[in-house]
């Protein structure tokens, strides 16, 4: 059983920055990828960004490219969302997951990950 614990999130305007961090309680060497999804009022929840733990390897969607930026620290044992220029459109309650063996085909699938975080609240006003 993995536990993940996510910090950051809050309040921010428009056009600004903000962070929100992953930290697992342990790993696992199958394929690891560590992601981001986020569910806004009314809205399904939706893939953000995912990462591949020992490569580093990065996917984002579409809606995020360019303007967010995920990472992991092996030494920190830490993944996080670096979020910029950020818009309203981008408030929600943001998700950490966690899923082993996962290929790529499946990154942006909810069903993919097996542990998630009980999410962290980002609001951008205008």
């Known amino acids: 059983q993995v536990q993940l614990v996510e910090s950051g999130g809050g309040l921010v305007q428009a056009g600004g920055s903000l962070s929100v961090s992953c930290a697992p309680s342990?790993?696992?060497?199958?394929?690891?990828?560590m992601a981001w999804f986020r569910q806004a009022p009314g809205k399904e929840r939706e893939f953000v960004a995912g990462?591949?733990?020992?490569?580093?390897?990065?996917y984002y969607s579409d809606s995020v490219k360019g303007r967010f930026t995920i990472s992991r620290d092996k030494a920190k044992n830490t993944m996080t969302l670096q979020m910029n220029s950020l818009n309203t459109e981008d408030t929600a309650v943001y998700y950490c997951?966690?899923?082993?063996?996962?290929?790529?085909?499946?990154?942006?699938?909810?069903?993919?990950?097996?542990?998630w975080g009980q999410g962290t609240q980002v609001a951008v006003s205008s």
């Open positions: 997951a966690y899923g082993a063996g996962v290929i790529t085909s499946s990154v942006g699938r909810q069903s993919a990950y097996r542990y």
């Open positions: 342990e790993r696992t060497s199958n394929r690891l990828v």
């Open positions: 990462i591949r733990w020992d490569a580093g390897t990065s």
